[in-house]
């Protein structure tokens, strides 16, 4: 024994009605809400990846200045990380020193650059890196006049999560077109 249940004939006209009052509702919306001409993305001027780019050492008359390329390290690509040795009082080149260069990471990872002493050519000299991981990180510099130890300098690093952020993919697309997109499909 089958039972059918009779479909009141006003349901299905209020269900009709109900759809298309929406669908007109929002297509008028659509069209009357001004919809936005340009994207646009920003970022504060304050997450800056160098917490500070110069050090200096009024005992030692000395003042050195790191830069790095790409300013904004990325994750897995090598950056350059230049330094500028100058004395403090003329900002003239700082002759005969030669330095060491060790990298920490928020893990206490080190990385010392095949322990190597790196001559100083006209007060700069310069080092590649690729960062694994982001995070905060510290280069720790010491100088050296001939072999003896002479200083000891720090600069410490931010590296974002991924400096290169894709938009999201409906990004141009305002509320209306993304729900009937979505309806639709």
Same mark, same amino acid.
């Given at each position: 024994?089958?039972?059918?249940? $009779? ?43 160098? +917490? ?6 009024? %005992? ?6 790191? $830069? ?17 040795? %100058?004395?403090? +009082? ?18 206490? %990872? ?27 990180? %510290? ?47």
């Amino acid at each position: 024994m089958t039972f059918k249940m $009779k479909t009141n004939p006003i349901f299905m006209d209020i269900k009709y009605v109900i759809f298309y009052s929406l669908f007109f509702n929002m297509l008028t919306l659509s069209i009357l809400v001004p919809k936005p001409q340009y994207l646009a993305y920003s970022q504060t001027e304050n997450n800056t990846n160098i +917490n500070s780019n110069v050090w200096t050492s009024e %005992r030692n008359n000395l003042n050195i200045t790191m $830069k790095l390329m790409p300013q904004v390290p990325i994750i897995d690509q090598k950056t350059k990380i230049l330094f500028d040795v %100058r004395t403090l +009082n003329d900002s003239s080149e700082f002759e005969g020193l030669k330095a060491k260069v060790t990298l920490t990471d928020h893990d206490s %990872r080190l990385y010392k650059f095949e322990n190597k002493i790196i001559p100083i050519n006209h007060g700069k000299f310069s080092i590649e890196y690729i960062f694994p991981d982001d995070g905060q990180h %510290r280069i720790l510099l010491q100088l050296y006049k001939n072999t003896t130890a002479f200083t000891v300098g720090s600069f410490d690093i931010f590296i974002p999560h991924s400096s290169i952020q894709p938009p999201p993919p409906n990004a141009n697309k305002d509320f209306f077109t993304q729900f009937f997109d979505n309806f639709l499909n």
